[in-house]
């Protein structure tokens, strides 16, 4: 039993759901959002106040700009898709302390929140003073 509690509480470290995220944005924490795909899938459509850093463009030199004392929640389409897990992974060997959001952008929308861009869907809208 002790090895299955340190399992679950291990991934919840590693890991967020959707609604724990919008939590965590209504709460100001400090979080901050990377899309992991490609330009054109952010452009497209994206979770408000994320940024967008490709995982196949993570080096320490574009992301030296970047506060180390955040928490970065990587997200890429949904399960899919592994381009969270590689920017997750990619973020972490940089030096940064990363989650992974379940799910990605498909959960995202599930869960009922908006999203931005070019194709946005409309639903709940994180209220935060990011």
């Known amino acids: 039993m002790k090895k299955?509690?340190?399992?679950?509480?291990?991934?919840?470290?590693?890991?967020?759901?959707?609604?724990d995220l919008f939590d965590a944005l209504e709460n100001n924490e400090d979080i901050i959002i990377i899309d992991t795909r490609q330009s054109?899938?952010?452009?497209?459509?994206?979770?408000?106040?994320?940024?967008?850093?490709?995982?196949?463009?993570?080096?320490?030199?574009?992301?030296n700009h970047l506060d180390k004392t955040k928490t970065y929640v990587c997200y890429c389409d949904?399960?899919?898709?592994?381009?969270?897990?590689?920017?997750?992974?990619?973020?972490?060997?940089?030096?940064?302390k990363v989650k992974e959001l379940m799910g990605g952008i498909e959960w995202w929308k599930f869960d009922?929140?908006?999203?931005?861009?070019?194709?946005?869907?409309?639903g709940t809208m994180v209220q935060c003073a990011c």
Not at 9 to 18: A, R, S, V, W, Y
Not at 44 to 62: D, F, G, S, V, Y
Not at 112 to 122: H, I, L, R, V
């Open 4 to 19: 299955q509690i340190e399992f679950y509480k291990n991934k919840l470290t590693f890991e967020m759901d959707p609604s």
């Open 40 to 63: 054109f899938g952010f452009e497209q459509e994206h979770i408000p106040t994320a940024i967008n850093l490709p995982h196949r463009e993570m080096t320490e030199k574009n992301t």
């Open 78 to 96: 949904g399960i899919g898709c592994n381009a969270s897990t590689k920017g997750a992974l990619y973020m972490t060997k940089l030096g940064f």
């Open 112 to 122: 009922g929140y908006a999203t931005q861009g070019k194709k946005s869907s409309k």
